[in-house]
C-alpha cells in the first residue's frame, strides 16, 4: 500500500540540469520526511537531501549544496529534487525514502522507491 515512485532521470551532459520527481502513496505525507539518495556502482548509498513535509526544513549533503534544490509539494503527495549544474560524479541511481524526520531518514529510511538512474556524460 505504502508507496514511492521516482521519475525524472536520464541522460545528460556535465553542466546540465534535471528535475527528480517523487510521487508517495500509502501514507500520510505531512507526517513524513521525504528524501532523496543515491547509490553508484560499487559505492555505497548516500544520503542527497532532505525534506520535512510538516515544516518545510530541508537537509543537503555537502556534495551537492549549492547546486541541488529539494522541494514538496503537499497538495501533490510529491517531492521534487532539482539537480543542476550537473557533474559526473552525480552518476547514480537516485532514491527516494520516508521516514518519521529527517533525522531518523538520515539513519535509515522506512519506505524506499526503486530507483531512477541518472547518468551525468564529460
Known amino acids: 500500500e505504502v508507496q514511492l515512485v521516482e521519475s525524472g532521470g536520464g541522460l545528460v551532459q556535465a553542466g546540465g540540469s534535471l528535475r527528480l520527481s517523487c510521487a508517495a502513496s500509502?501514507?500520510?505525507?505531512?507526517?513524513?520526511?521525504i528524501g532523496w539518495f543515491r547509490q553508484a556502482p560499487g559505492k555505497e548509498r548516500e544520503g542527497v537531501s532532505c525534506?520535512?513535509?510538516?515544516?518545510?526544513?530541508?537537509y543537503y549533503a555537502d556534495s551537492v549544496k549549492g547546486r541541488f534544490t529539494i522541494s514538496s509539494d503537499n497538495a501533490k503527495n510529491t517531492v521534487y529534487l532539482q539537480m543542476n549544474s550537473l557533474k559526473p560524479e552525480d552518476t547514480a541511481v537516485y532514491y527516494c525514502?520516508?521516514?518519521?524526520?529527517?533525522?531518523?531518514?538520515?539513519?535509515?529510511?522506512?519506505?524506499w522507491g526503486q530507483g531512477t538512474q541518472v547518468t551525468v556524460s564529460s
Open positions: 525514502a520516508a521516514a518519521a524526520g529527517c533525522r531518523r531518514l538520515w539513519r535509515e529510511g522506512d519506505y
Open positions: 500509502g501514507f500520510t505525507f505531512d507526517d513524513y520526511a
Open positions: 525534506i520535512s513535509s510538516s515544516d518545510g526544513s530541508t
